[in-house]
């Protein structure tokens, strides 16, 4: 059995972590030959490094690259710093990129994985999303491997047919903590009570998106981007006990779904191994207790962000950068109070709205003006990025741009 060498990137987040208990248990199997990380836990960062011994960390800054020298002293391993660091090391001799960055920022690792030829298994949704058809078309057959635990259902379920018998995927969704609540209930949630989910312990960023269902818009566009579906024939239903993690439906009626309690070392184990599994990743279902598995339709109008991103996706080109965008400056906003929950969807629909408009005045400012498919580049996806997120900031600080 030979060694798989895993380079990962943002390895002292959720994904991170689980990813390196995944490899823990499998010595044998894996070998942990970079990390990269943003520095803000620089002690478990040192940790990881006596751990597991990877020749080159990467860090965006010299301050932590000076923090981590100092906490590893002589044992300290080569170090790779610079805003461009993860993404020379995701362009690395290795068998497998684990791509855990939290959002936009993961962008040029992840085209970076894709130029090398490596296996990317992409937890970084939001890169996928943004650069849309630049990263599908980067990809070799089988060459990006979805790390999220829906679209891993998803690529398990599609095993079971062929692409043209498929009739549409169905997007299971945990609903976050406020299912079931009105707008009016929803005008004064807290951050605290918009972080603290009820099947998943996950970043700060994913954990407000599973609240607001963007994050759910996200893997919208992401399913239609990997498994080549129409976003018309993607439809999301709320499973609040986060079992199912996705099914696909077939033209003779018959759905095919994947479960497995929520453990996000599963769709790991498998993202690093694929197409084959790992044994005992994570416990299977257990059938000796009783157990109800409940859906239920997804309430668009409480929570318009599924909806926001069918519009950005069928935009595509710039238009599902801008919604990622404004959406992680209107997070931040929420997340130091200056905005209420619901101003969250609220001001992505703004932006995506500007976007989209084409309005003149919007053409002379850089990233404003959205730009299709066909003229899209790494360039405009930024410029778009950028601009949204300023545009963002602007509305939830009351000012003009
Ligand atoms: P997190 O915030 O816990 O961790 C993010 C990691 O990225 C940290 O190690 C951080 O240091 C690093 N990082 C951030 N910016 C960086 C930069 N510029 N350069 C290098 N490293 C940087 O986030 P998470 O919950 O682990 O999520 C990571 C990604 O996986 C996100 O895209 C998220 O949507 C996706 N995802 C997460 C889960 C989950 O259960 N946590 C499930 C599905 C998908
Ligand atoms: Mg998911």
Redesign the pocket.
Known sequence: MDVREVVL????????TQTLDVVSRNRDRFAITAL???G?RIDLLAQQVRDFSPKVVAL?TSEAADALRKALGTDCPELSVGPDA?TELAAADCDVVLN???GA??LRPTMATLARGTTLAL????SLVIGGRLVTSAAAPGQLVA???EHSAFAQALRAGRADEVRRLILTASGGPFRGRTADQLRDVTVAQALAHPN?S?????TINSSTLVNKGLELLEAHLLYDVALEDITVVVHPQSIVHSMVEYVDGSTIAQASPPD?RLPIGLALTWPDRLPDVAAPCSWTDPTSWTFEPLDNETFPAVDLARAAGAAAGTAPAVYNAANEAAVDAFCEGRIGFLDITATVRIVLDEHLAQTVDVKSTPGAAWIADGDLSIQAVLAADSWGRRRAEAITRKESE
């Open positions: 990137l943002g390895s002292t987040g959720s994904i991170g990269s990380a943003a803000s965006p993860s855990a960055i939290t920022a993961g937890a970084n949704k939001e790390v999220d635990s998943w996950m970043g700060r960023v994913i996000m």
